[in-house]
């Protein structure tokens, strides 16, 4: 059974920074392409970052320049390191794997990220 858990959200103030982790097991993370998409409240869920099986990345424009996504392929794990926080990028921020034999879709529990003063 494959699962996806995040961990690393809490609250910080604006300028402040934090590291997600999106741990994974039964599923090679080396197989899958990887993202990390968010929901703030009242509004759809989004993309923020993806990172494919050959280490190409893609950020949303709002991230951009704040966000970095990364993978530890050994330790089955993803990363999204956020910096310069807004309190726009308040949201519960969900992992997903698109695992590419099969192109099956699995998503994390999601973590909640607030950002205030």
């Known amino acids: 059974q494959v699962q996806l858990v995040e961990s690393g959200g809490g609250s910080v103030q604006p300028g402040g920074s934090l590291r997600l982790s999106c741990a994974g097991s039964?599923?090679?993370?080396?197989?899958?392409?990887m993202g990390w998409h968010r929901q703030a409240p009242g509004k759809q869920r989004e993309l923020v970052a993806t990172?494919?099986?050959?280490?190409?990345?893609n950020y949303a424009e709002a991230v951009k320049g704040r966000f970095t996504i990364s993978r530890d392929n050994a330790k089955n794990t993803v990363y999204l390191q956020m910096n310069s926080l807004e309190p726009e990028d308040t949201a519960v921020y969900y992992c997903?794997?698109?695992?590419?034999?099969?192109?099956?879709?699995?998503w994390g529990q999601g973590t909640q990220v607030t950002v205030s003063s």
């Open positions: 039964g599923i090679l993370f080396s197989l899958s392409h």
């Open positions: 990172i494919t099986r050959g280490d190409s990345t």
């Open positions: 997903h794997a698109e695992f590419l034999i099969g192109a099956r879709h699995y």
